[in-house]
């Protein structure tokens, strides 16, 4: 079976992790999962929000939105209050990163992750996530370099990816045209151990049976082993610069979802 | 290993389905999930929503609160747009019953299930579906019934329910003591041929591994069974009473499923 | 003249006050007038609002809201702002229940009266009076009980209900049938030594004379008088087990309407 | 007793309406009750509220505001949403002056009456009755003699006043410095044949009895009709200038008060 | 060339100040051009703006409002968050007005100038700036005088006036009847030492030449010097009653305006 | 005199145009004029605004924002209501744009212009007019070669710049660190026949006189013919391509600035 644009079911799109590309933050990614590019940008603020007061620990959050022509037909603003649909997004973004970080590392800090869909053609609630990774390491390497952190909070990446059933064959990485004929919709959240973040799954036209179920997530899986090697090759460049410790954190993290299992 | 209130892991909380208790929706239901206690109405409108217009389907959808008292605190009424929290539950609540029902034959009309939950004591999102299946189910046998439509748009029963580790030991059904203490949190939403309509899992504490996933989906399909069995004892004394054509139902619903398979 | 369900002009409905239903409330009462029905909860927390501060005084507040299908039509959740009638009739409730209370006995907390209309049929307002005086009484009771407070700030009882004329008849304790067509609608609030503490009437249909205002006035007394027996009723199981000394509030009370007299 | 500005118990304040001072409303009238000042408009636009279409009837309703600087204090526009207090004024001029007018005769035309209050010293919302009406009935005895209605939709003069006790005094017309100490405030609304369209009465420091509350209604009544005379003046000149059969309106007035007695 | 009112190209319409009219504001201005009518208000409240604290400061900030019928047609009040053109008008009678004062004299108050418009024919912000300075003036006047500051924070009067090309005329304060047909519309705000505060000229119907714009240049500078003059006219009484150093403040607002040439 | 970046008085910043970068927009620009970097795209939809049915008119109409880490500092998205600065900068953007355009050819259809500032180092508005005027002519050059448009809606094209005073200085186009501490802005929008579009004026730290302002006008006319070649040399290659009559634009431009002098 062959798709649209000529992948295997078991294929990513072409994917490019740029970083610092457009404006100020402390860390930024523009990640491109073939047509759709998201900019992720991490801000680093002093204090933490109200209800965290005094419990010695960081905060990481997630914004997202549509730029109005990311898509085909002209989506509007959010100017009055958001949409079910964007707080979902910005929610599981949000709670996938923070499973990144050891907050209490993090302690008088919040960081914003932006994700702004420049393009969209699918896929980008994961691809924030997994961009959004980039641009949170590289503000949080570069927050410990400039000795602002006691230890640098960085636990573990994580990355995500979509699947899904069309037609009856299961497919990795759907893109618009796959996403929106779907039956069933998967969103997959791992870390780089392996362990599982978050899976959202969804029918759409039919409910699956619990073997169709798992192949999803095993299709999944495969794709975001390959999305972490990806994210390690466009931070390389910058952990070498600031002498990061990522050989420790790598093993740290290992314990730490050891621990789980 | 047993649990605060006596139970062990694999045990639901004790259960009541109530029917037509307050109000004057055309169907509802009380279901008390220990003490966990939401009231589901129906409520039946013509017309359909505007995007769905000229397309000959009908539309369900959910709204979820909290009334105020029904928390240990309480918890301040959302009267100038509704959280991302609110959001997520009753969009889930929605697609969940919409897998329920064949929209064509419900065209002209809208079904909105509210859910409103008396008190809160963990679980409520998952108890307001399989509250809320009963509900619709009432209103629609009744619409049925009453000559309004041409075929019963019920095709499957549906019903949820939470699992979770907490401190290592995976239970089904948390209440609020176990759900604020848990590792991870997963929601399943099954019909009543056993195929998966949403899944959703969420690492709050700590990622787990897929061995440990797949213990919380057998975990919970067990105790949909048995919700599914008090769903349909409850409304048996109605369908009976209307003649509903359930067994067609129930065949009608396993092809769909088979389909699936 | 006979009415619809076979009362005479000057009697209430069936009548039923239970206490702590549902919820976790400090104080909470279900009230039923015929097939209107209310869950009234009172929620007592620390600190006043911040136009209070500094003034040694607690604040009594309300909030009142018609759950979708307590009504024969799906009633909309005001979740974008209050309608006008909706502020108006929580005001009420505020204004009449602090009557209840010294506010200065009540230094340093709120509690906010919650009432929540789980069926409507006419004079929703006014049980929310009724039942919303139980459950403040039963949290300020128990607060006091409990030592919190020096004194208790319960100085009388309050009670409401509604007449008017339908036909030309004068009606007591309205229902929605007879609500619908009334030419003339009165709402009043008197206290336990018959002093009164609010009157709304409007004129719907046509204004009357001076002489027919007088006789509902008349009408509405006496069946405020029935009405404060039978909260008295509800509260005394609490009242007696904790030897809250409700004779010396009677006569405080008493003391305070004389001095205005 | 003597009044800090001189006045008996029963006295009004200096009372002055002007005609059409301001824009260019259908009508308008700046009342002035001592040194409150209020400019209301009546805006006569066609078509009737979604609600009221195909009931052949016409629409009358008010919007009520305080410039910043009416009052002592600046006070904070009302930009996002009304706060209660501004809802429940303009809610209670509207159905004061909707009993003025016979709706079926004014189909196919709203009516919108802006008061805005330009000074601020007490008894503001009564002053926006006794002055709106002046501007309702100068605009609908316009747009009857411009002859776009068959008949005047004008049936009865209303006016309004408010009552108190202050420091044990039942006083007539309370200025801001009485109104901010006053134990019980009464708004009342009369025709112009004497019958009761509204009665508002609020304990602010006390119940009152109800021979005390008795007091207040004679009090108010009173000087209603006074104000209903000044009303009268004001409207003379346009009254006669139209030629607008007044004779006959205040007789039918009359009848459709005394078929209520 | 002579316009709708026999006015010349280069006259103003008949202008009017009075102050004090009505309200309780520490200085007020009703300002008449034509059949434009605005009342103006400064409020002076203690404290200023979160963003300003610590600086050392004063501000002065302006709100501006369409009464409903101060429009041929009502205009709809901005009760739910306000249009893109007010905020750009009550920017500019901000800007303009601070360009008045000296913040530094002014720390520790926030004066509020409040622009409502009673009669709107055109060049309804042009008004508010010249009346909000002489309501400003006359607030700082009294408040220095009074000795709550150091030193008089008016350090300079402001005016403003519309022009704009007509059918090819190019003509000074244009009425609603002019503004509505305009090619083009320039407002100028400038100090009474002649210095250019604020230019906004936007091509209506078509864009003009350099040549073309300087003219209404030149037509507005002359303009704004009479209303100068008509302001300090107004202001007299107050400025020798208190014996404001008015001769000081003018030769301290010429070496400010050399200071820039 | 030499400025931060080495600039004279009079140089632009380094002005780059691309076209088509990112999404889907029928037309869109990414216009970067030094670190200035704004996203222009030119959504064009069926339909007009209601308030312009049966008018025989198209409309033009621009939004605006800052993406949250344009600027140094995170900038928080306007997601409840926009400020009064994000309003005039969109309403500013149209009115430029809609000059640039014959209405009356684009009836039938809406063109958006977004405009999002993916970096922000000064003069985003200006930037916005001249970039949104390559996405708009881009969008109507392929709207009337696909044959949708009788004729071209063309009619001239736009751009805009800045100018001020910084320390005494006259500056073109200036960047955040100059903007931050100028006297005085003007922003200037000109036609390509050299008419006068818009002049926004306006004194941060001083007034200027008439001689000052007249060299900032001089100094942006120039500045804003260079961006003009820069914009002809972004479109030339679509309208080569297209084989748009750009020729006989410019001539008809001409005539009515022409017309207008």
Same mark, same amino acid.
């Given at each position: ?157 994580? %990355? ?7 037609? #009856?064959? +299961?497919?990795?990485? =759907?893109?618009?045209?796959?996403? *929106? &004929? $779907? ?50 090759? %466009? ?7 600031? #002498?990061? +410790?990522?050989?420790? =954190?790598?093993?740290?993290?290992? *314990? &730490? $979802?050891?621990?789980?299992?």
């Amino acid at each position: 079976m062959i798709r649209n644009d000529g992948r295997a079911p078991s294929d990513l799109r072409p994917v490019r992790i740029s970083i610092d590309t457009y404006g100020y933050a402390e860390g930024s990614a523009l990640i491109e999962m073939g047509n759709t590019r998201v900019l992720c940008t991490a801000s680093v603020e002093e204090g933490v929000p109200q209800w965290l007061r005094g419990q010695q620990r960081g905060w990481v959050t997630a914004e997202y939105a549509l730029l109005p022509r990311s898509t085909a037909q002209r989506t509007r603003r959010e100017r009055n209050g958001l949409s079910g649909r964007t707080q979902e997004i910005q929610r599981l973004i949000g709670r996938a990163l923070r499973a990144a970080v050891a907050l209490e590392a993090l302690d008088g800090f919040t960081v914003t992750i932006d994700c702004d869909v420049l393009q969209a053609d699918g896929g980008t609630r994961t691809a924030s996530i997994t961009g959004g990774y980039v641009a949170l390491a590289l503000a949080l390497h570069r927050l410990t370099a400039a000795g602002r952190l006691a230890a640098n909070p960085i636990r573990r990446a994580v %990355a995500a990816v979509s699947a899904g059933y069309v037609g #009856g064959n +299961a497919l990795l990485d =759907l893109d618009y045209s796959e996403d *929106s &004929v $779907a039956d069933m919709d998967c969103n997959l959240v791992l870390t780089d151990d392996g362990a599982i973040v978050e899976v959202q799954s969804t029918a759409e036209a039919r409910a699956v049976s619990r073997a169709e179920f798992d192949v999803l997530i095993d299709l999944a899986s495969d794709g975001i082993h390959r999305l972490l090697a990806l994210q390690r090759e %466009a931070l390389a460049p910058v952990v070498e610069r600031l #002498g990061v +410790a990522s050989a420790e =954190l790598q093993s740290e993290d290992r *314990s &730490v $979802a050891d621990g789980g299992a």
